[in-house]
């Protein structure tokens, strides 16, 4: 079935330089795609969204990239700092009425 | 901001024991959900509710239930616990048209049944 991955399951990044985390999905019909952040013991946190119909969007020290030829998602945090230290998810609502599919997650270790 | 609250961050229950896990979200959202979420799973919808007094099987829905009385709150419920449903739930709700909006999510409910 559909599903959503994402390539690492960690990523060590050093202080201040910049953190490229991947995300794979199967479904092309796919048109609103989100990033969330999960800091240990609390829920996850959105980060960022895009839709189908763009390529790039950007927020405060964040960059989301949708490459759909590939299917392929990625989410950019500039001069990652030690508050960045969390698990990503990146998640796909293949239509309106559909289950949003989440994938399961990049741990990001920020190394001083 | 949307505002997920979860009545409690850790429960301890026993085997057998009937268990609610409350969540009340404060941004008049017509969608509400129930995941729970494991180490190398991910997270996994149990139940999710698009109105008052309506409910959809997510995708692990056996050994659970709900209630939707209040457009505002949305409880999950064990009615007889097991050791397999220690877990983290996390509740979450967003508008109806969930193609434009994300998911607010609550900070969870660490459940251990011994």
């Known amino acids: 079935g559909e599903s959503v991955g994402l390539h690492l399951p960690t990523l060590s990044v050093q202080e201040g330089d910049n953190s490229i985390i991947n995300c794979a999905y199967s479904?092309?019909?796919?048109?609103?795609f989100i990033w969330y952040k999960q800091e240990s013991g609390k829920g996850p946190q959105f980060i960022i969204d895009?839709?189908?119909?763009?390529d790039k969007r950007q927020g405060q020290r964040v960059t989301v990239l949708l490459n759909k030829t590939v299917k392929h998602l990625s989410l950019q945090i500039a001069a990652t700092q030690p508050g960045d230290s969390a698990v990503y998810f990146c998640?796909?609502?293949?239509?309106?009425?559909?289950?949003?599919?989440f994938g399961k997650g990049t741990r990001l270790h920020i190394l001083p | 901001d949307v505002k997920v609250t979860q009545s409690s961050r850790y429960l301890v229950k026993r085997t057998g024991e009937k268990v609610f896990l409350e969540c009340v979200q404060d941004?008049?959202?017509?969608?509400m959900f129930w995941y729970r979420q494991d180490p190398g799973l991910g997270l996994r919808l149990i139940y999710f509710?698009?109105?008052?007094?309506?409910?959809e099987k997510g995708d692990i829905p056996e050994g659970y239930s709900v209630s939707r009385e209040k457009k505002e709150r949305f409880s999950l419920i064990l009615e007889s616990a097991s050791t397999n449903q220690t877990s983290m739930y996390l509740c979450?709700?967003?508008?109806?048209?969930?193609?434009?909006?994300?998911?607010?999510f609550g900070n969870g409910t660490r459940l251990t049944v011994t």
């Open positions: 895009i839709r189908s119909n763009m």
């Open positions: 979450a709700s967003s508008p109806l048209d969930r193609s434009n909006s994300p998911l607010h």
């Open positions: 509710s698009y109105d008052v007094k309506m409910k």
């Open positions: 479904n092309s019909a796919s048109d609103y």
């Open positions: 941004m008049d959202h017509e969608n």
């Open positions: 998640a796909e609502t293949p239509n309106r009425d559909d289950k949003i599919i």
